[in-house]
């Protein structure tokens, strides 16, 4: 017979990911073990089924060809599954499983009484943050939003930040207030429109998402450094509260008078936290998410009093608003904690950037532990003079716990997603395989994600100008 099968198999290899997706695909007969090709420098799959059906594949000699277990199928997806009844070797190819990039935004309060907070950042940024997040393979990106400029005393008017290298582009030695940054792409980017102030980050990040900084270095806004890939974690460093309305064209941004939709009053914190959470899905919800399934963490180094429960001094997201302030704080910043509390971040006390060596690190530590799986698969690339048939695509799911693997249903596309099902993004090359995305269903993509080890494989048939 002249059915061919081309099967990836994506082994979830810890928190890794990537994958040599080659091999080929030949005729063979029922119960023979075929020659079967692999990718050049490629690891010959092992032969499908058991020894009934086929024998053990072997690896890849340097010019691609290897030998396969033969394997019979007819080809027929009608009823769901490839039933073996017809000829063509099954080739299983390792491959690891990546997590999604991160974007950190940390929003920096530049208001007077933060200087030894800029500073306590400025120590830690570099040792206690980026290198524990580079160190675990993790691709990740850090915006900076508040002013620019070197370490002020704490009687300075304003509390500017620089970051040094290897994070930052340049040492912030002899860095005055009011200079530009230094970015380091593709790492870390600084954007200065102004400064942020005691009760208006939330306000001036929102209304500053696509506005140009004001030394041009992001003329499309901040948000033109974020990637719609990357689950956004966000830090917010202040020693205040939340409460202003935007957008305004002034500085300074006035107090909320009624909260809603772009007004934000943490009197009433979780009303606050809410409305801001409504407003940031709705500008931007293909890098921010749905309310049913967010793409952002909020961690609040805030006013709050350290948690003696914990060895490091963190609440979590079930522990309730914290009213009581540390020392130098001026509020214990509710509206920041609810919104923590809304999408799962932590919260530490801000004061004097006492601990911060530990903050950083036990930050790093979640956005590490929170980074997900990604969930869309590179098509398959066919074997040489052969050509996939996208329709027979199949995915086959095993939970790393072990039990019956779970096939993935393929629809037509993201408005046809369901339970238990995935589809085909065409690239845009109009439909070449290295272009071409398996994209699993939100609901199907939380199965994943919720297990790190799992196995999934990838079977698809070749076409074939004779008949099945």
Partial sequence: MNSSLRTICYATLGLLV?????????????????????????????????????????????????TGGGLNLDGSLSDGSISADAACDLQKYQATVTKAPVDVIFVVDNSCSMAEEMKAIQDNINTNFAQIIASSGIDYRVIMIGEHGGYN???????????????????????????????????????DHDDVESSDAWCKMMDWYKQPDRYNLAP?????????????????????????????ATTYYSSCTTNGSKCYDDGSAQMAAQNFDLDL?????????????????????????????????????T??????????????????????????????????????DVVFKKIAEGVIQGAKIQCDFPMPAPPQGKELDPKTIQIQYTPSAGGSPEKFE???????????????????????????KLVLCSDTCKKVQGDNSANIEILALCKSGGPI
């Fill in 18 to 66: 990537g994958a040599a997706l080659s091999g080929a695909c030949s005729a063979s007969d029922a119960g023979g073990g075929g020659s079967s090709g692999g990718g050049g420098g490629a690891t010959g799959g092992t032969g499908g089924g058991d020894s009934s059906l086929g024998g053990a594949g072997g690896e890849a000699a340097a010019d691609g060809g290897g």
């Fill in 153 to 191: 005393t704490p009687t300075s008017y304003e509390s500017s930040i620089c970051i040094g290298p290897p994070l930052g582009g340049k040492p912030c030695t002899g860095v005055g207030i009011n200079t530009p940054p230094s970015n380091n792409p593709p790492v870390f980017y600084h954007y």
């Fill in 220 to 248: 499309g806004g901040w948000s033109e450094w974020l990637r719609k890939e990357a689950l956004k974690t966000f830090v917010l460093v202040s020693d205040d509260r939340m409460d202003c309305y935007w957008p305004q």
């Fill in 410 to 436: 393929q629809v037509a596309d993201a408005s046809q997603c369901k339970p238990g099902a995935f589809y085909i993004e065409i690239g845009a090359d109009g439909g070449d395989a290295g272009g071409d």
């Fill in 319 to 356: 522990d309730p608003i914290v009213s009581s302030k540390c020392t130098t704080a001026v509020n214990s910043g509710p509206g920041s904690q609810a919104l923590s509390m809304l999408t799962g971040g932590l919260r530490y006390p801000v004061c004097e950037g006492l601990g911060f």
């Fill in 281 to 317: 899905l709705a500008l931007d919800p293909v890098q921010f998410g749905t309310a049913q399934n967010r793409n952002y963490v909020w961690h609040s180094l805030t006013g709050v009093i350290k948690n003696g429960a914990s060895a490091t001094g963190e609440y979590q997201p």
